[in-house]
């Protein structure tokens, strides 16, 4: 699917490297072109014919960003210390207080802070959390 990556030969040693990334998260991820092209944001013809010259700073950024993530960053954490992260980016970043996040997202405000301190929480209520934290953050973060 992807021998394009692989044995295609480009002169410039950068475009080896993208051509790589592309291929890691196209084999880790089972992707086609396509969806990396969705993904990134970059045109398809760029996806197939990897050449660095055509590939901008911003590209790259986001290739570097989303290749480190998946492969890495979420496998490499807890979905609960990453949800806590987010309280605690939208606690640091909107100056909202516990109080305030508890009654954005419908919980007791003592539910909301126990599991900000791994406290002891039912399931059901730490999987509102979670969720309600996670579409929050989506909100609020859209007119950025």
């Known amino acids: 699917m992807f021998g394009d990556f ?3 030969s480009v002169s410039n040693q950068n475009s080896d490297v993208y051509k790589e990334k592309f291929h890691i998260l196209s084999k880790n991820f089972d992707l086609k072109p396509e969806q990396l092209s969705k993904l990134l944001n970059i045109p398809i013809s760029k996806i ?10 911003d590209e790259k ?6 290749s480190a993530m998946l492969n890495y960053g979420l496998p490499g ?12 980016t939208l606690i640091e970043e909107f100056q909202l ?6 009654k954005m997202i419908n919980v007791e405000e003592n539910d909301l802070l126990n599991f900000k ?5 039912k399931k059901e209520i730490e ?3 979670c969720v309600n934290l996670v579409m929050l953050n989506f909100i609020l973060n859209q007119n950025k």
């Open 77 to 88: 954490m807890e979905a609960n210390e990453r949800v806590q992260i987010l309280l605690d």
């Open 117 to 121: 301190e791994n406290g002891s929480i």
């Open 97 to 102: 207080s516990i109080s305030n996040i508890a």
């Open 127 to 129: 999987l509102k959390i």
């Open 6 to 8: 692989r044995n295609s």
């Open 61 to 66: 950024e986001k290739i570097e960003y989303i």
């Open 48 to 57: 197939n014919n990897v050449k660095d010259e055509e590939i901008t700073n």
